[in-house]
């Protein structure tokens, strides 16, 4: 599944995306950011709450402190909370916390980040995200190394679900489809382009 990543500082700029993946998108993911886990910021806590979603969707939390996110995001009515692996707090605890809100819990990967640090969480985790680039940025240039760590993974956890998300565009997308991802988050070349839903498309039949 494609699935259109949103990235803005602006709440109104993400109300726009969102109407504007309404009319194609089965889901979304919201990409949130507090300037601390990455240099760049995005909408806050307070404006998430008072979000209405048009399309179904999930958060890619790329923050020091996911907690402050789980309650706004269950308000609206979020599907899955993705928080980093990188974060240094009780993983397990987090997950917990998430799935008493009825949301699912994936967890996101950094470049560098080895799968064999998974292994304690697997059994919890409903998704795998893979940063195919150092997150935080949109248009950042796409690591081809990730798809040897995803070959891998699915090899040793063949039933996980998984996504990709960063750098991806119409050149490295067949690379990418071939790894059998679930899901392939695509952020700049749908939302930056002259026409999101042609671009949607486009991808969607490669």
Not at 43 to 49: A, H, K, N, P, W
Not at 98 to 116: C, D, Q, R, Y
Request: hydrophobic share 40%; proline share 5%.
């Amino acid at each position: 599944m494609i699935v259109p990543a949103l990235l803005s500082q602006d709440k109104k700029k993400i109300e726009q995306m969102l109407d504007c993946c309404s009319k194609f998108a089965q889901l979304v993911q919201i990409d949130i950011m507090d300037g601390e886990f990455v240099p760049s910021k995005s909408i806050t806590s307070q404006e998430l709450s008072n979000l209405e979603l048009t399309v179904p969707a999930e958060l890619h939390l790329m923050v020091e402190n996911p907690y402050a996110w789980i309650g706004p995001a269950c308000k609206i009515g979020i599907k899955r909370i993705i928080f980093h692996l990188e974060t240094k707090i009780n993983h397990k605890q987090l997950i917990a916390e998430i799935k008493k809100h009825n949301m699912e819990a994936g967890v996101s990967l950094n470049p560098e980040t080895k799968i064999e640090n998974l292994a304690a969480l697997i059994d919890q985790i409903d998704l795998i995200l893979f940063m195919a680039v150092n997150p935080g940025f949109y248009g950042a240039p796409f690591i081809p190394q990730v798809l040897e760590k995803i070959n891998q993974f699915n090899k040793t956890w063949p039933d996980k679900k998984t996504a990709i998300d960063g750098g991806v565009k119409e050149e490295n997308f067949l690379k990418i489809k071939n790894t059998n991802l679930d899901y392939i988050c695509i952020g700049s070349a749908i939302l930056k382009s002259d026409n999101p839903k042609q671009a949607f498309l486009k991808f969607s039949r490669l």
